[in-house]
């Protein structure tokens, strides 16, 4: 039977992962996987990660399974980080949150959730939006719609034809907003904006699904919360899925969580049932050791303080980064206007670059990038930043 099986097309983000491994010239250049790496070009362990794992080390006793959900003292830490640890939700009852294998495990359950217990058909994400966005949800029984948010014109948010594209939405459908750090146009909206947006999901009746995977990458760890506090505060129900490979590091751990806000303890306790029911039937338990990292981290304050300043530290590297290769291309003699690169926000930028351009970028000078020329600013190197931006003057 399998030999009736076709090859599927490569995922256009791990894929091109694949060829840039495969590549043999010394000059190559991988901005196209969203992972932060240092000035050495490599992705580094966090010292608290360490120090964290040196502790659990020394006091683990046993290999037994998490419960479903995973342990109460992560999905504590994770509540307190999204919401603030004086927020008077997190004493409500009206919160669950559940372990998940990573963002993506977190945005699948949810998508199971939506289609299976509430019976949601639609789900509306940002144009454009990660690409694994609409595989995760079709792939859970969701129809896919999209609302403008990206104005190729001023590099910035399409609020007007955001909001009318959501005011377009029918009652009961869910919409997916990017928490901070937009993947993939690095575009936020302010906190009047995210006013706005929560008007008119209010109006509307819509369910918010929030996507948040790099909390501390914008502007500071509660900054870039205030988006979602602002929604929680005014909207009685909200799916969280949050993500620790890039605020941690802990990338192949594969630690993640889904955060359902309700309308009252009662419900928070049968969407707790049935997230556990769904979970138990595709991978039956999380697993334990990045879980128990950012636990140890989170409830150990000298060790949350050193993690926020290591987090400060890959933000102020990140933002280097943007504004020298804005003064890159100037120095080529770009007369094309880069400077929004250094206004956007966490790893990703929407260059404008064409898929040509992008293609010769590739075959030419073995630099490597989506094809809808998004950028992984954080894969950008000081050392190779005149060659990078040599290259990109050349194909322009």
Known sequence: MFERVSVAPADPILGLNEAFKAETRAEKIN?????????????PILDTVKEAERRLVNSETTKGYLSIEGTAAYAGAVQKLLFGAQ???????RVTTVQAPGGTGALRIGAEFLVRQLGIKTIWVSDPTWAN????????GLTVKTYRYFDADTRGL?????LADLSSAQAGEAVLLHGCCHNPTGVDPTIAQWGQIVKVLQAQDLLPFMDFAYQGFAAG?????????LLVEQMPEVFIASSFSKNFGLYNERVGALTAVAKTPDAATAVLSQLKSIIRAVYSNPPCHGAAVVATILTDPELTARWHEEVAAMRSRILTLRHEFVAGLKAQGVQQDFSFIAEQKGMFSFSGLSKTQVERLRDEYAIYMVGSGRINVAGMNTDRMTYLCKAIAAVL
Do not use: C
Not at 158 to 162: A, C, S, Y
Not at 221 to 229: K, N
């Open 31 to 43: 901005l196209g996987v969203g992972v932060f790496k240092d000035a050495g070009g490599n992705t």
């Open 87 to 93: 927020a008077p939700l997190l004493d409500s009852g």
């Open 133 to 140: 966005h609409n595989g995760i949800f079709a792939a859970a």
């Open 158 to 162: 399409d609020i007007d034809g955001m």
């Open 221 to 229: 760890v509660d900054e870039d919360a205030a988006g979602l506090r």
